[in-house]
């Protein structure tokens, strides 16, 4: 038999509110006394890093990568960034799942099996990411099906920030 189910229930929405109201309140003071104005400002200080790495930066041990994720796409769409916003995201995702660089299409020699799934996964993971944001959903798919299919790159490539030529313009194909 199995044991009863007692652990506490998720939050209600405006529980949930609460506490990303909280942590945006502990990220914006943290962000004010190391001299930033916004999570986009300190995002842009490293470009190809994880979010991972950024949150353990900030030195705030409860705050994590899912929560930097949130102040910079909320930032976005308060500003009317939200391709910047959704670039950014893309450049950290590739760098970190694809450190080599974009694979080479799948019928090349030396593509190996997993680039497909490869591209698919970073497409997902984007997705779920930025199609989360009020009105970005099928903008995010479009764009994430552009990657999904594995030739939206050039084999090897590997964006250095969001005004990566080759990726601004994929976003200007897919995005608006």
Same mark, same amino acid.
């Given at each position: 038999?199995?044991?009863?189910?007692? !652990?506490?229930?998720?939050?209600?929405?405006? $529980?949930?509110?609460?506490?990303?109201? /909280?942590?945006?309140? +502990?990220?914006?003071?943290?962000?004010?006394?190391?001299?930033?104005?916004?999570? *986009?400002?300190?995002?842009?200080?490293?470009?190809?890093? *994880?979010? #991972?790495?950024?949150?353990?930066?900030?030195?705030?041990?409860?705050?994590?990568?899912? !929560?930097?994720?949130? %102040?910079? /796409?909320?930032?976005?769409?308060? #500003?009317?960034?939200? #391709?910047?916003?959704? +670039?950014?995201?893309?450049?950290?995702?590739? !760098?970190?799942?694809?450190?080599?660089?974009?694979?080479?299409?799948?019928?090349?020699?030396?593509? =190996?099996?997993?680039?497909?799934? $490869?591209? %698919?996964?970073?497409?997902?993971?984007?997705?779920?990411?930025? =199609?989360?944001?009020?009105?970005?959903?099928?903008?995010?798919?479009?764009?994430? /099906?552009?990657?999904?299919? =594995?030739?939206?790159?050039?084999?090897?490539?590997?964006?250095?920030?969001?005004?990566?030529?080759?990726?601004?313009? !994929?976003?200007?194909?897919?995005?608006?």
């Amino acid at each position: 038999m199995c044991a009863p189910f007692d !652990h506490p229930s998720p939050p209600s929405l405006a $529980q949930a509110a609460v506490i990303e109201t /909280l942590f945006a309140e +502990r990220i914006t003071a943290r962000l004010e006394a190391l001299d930033y104005r916004s999570v *986009s400002e300190f995002l842009a200080m490293r470009p190809t890093t *994880s979010l #991972d790495a950024m949150a353990a930066t900030l030195g705030l041990d409860e705050v994590t990568s899912f !929560h930097l994720e949130r %102040q910079l /796409l909320a930032e976005a769409l308060r #500003d009317g960034r939200g #391709d910047v916003a959704a +670039r950014d995201l893309l450049v950290r995702l590739l !760098h970190e799942s694809l450190p080599g660089g974009w694979p080479a299409a799948s019928g090349d020699v030396g593509a =190996g099996p997993g680039a497909p799934w $490869q591209c %698919q996964f970073v497409a997902a993971r984007w997705v779920l990411a930025v =199609g989360a944001a009020p009105g970005w959903r099928d903008r995010a798919a479009r764009v994430a /099906l552009g990657i999904e299919r =594995g030739t939206a790159f050039p084999a090897g490539w590997l964006p250095r920030g969001v005004d990566d030529p080759v990726l601004v313009e !994929h976003f200007a194909r897919h995005w608006g």
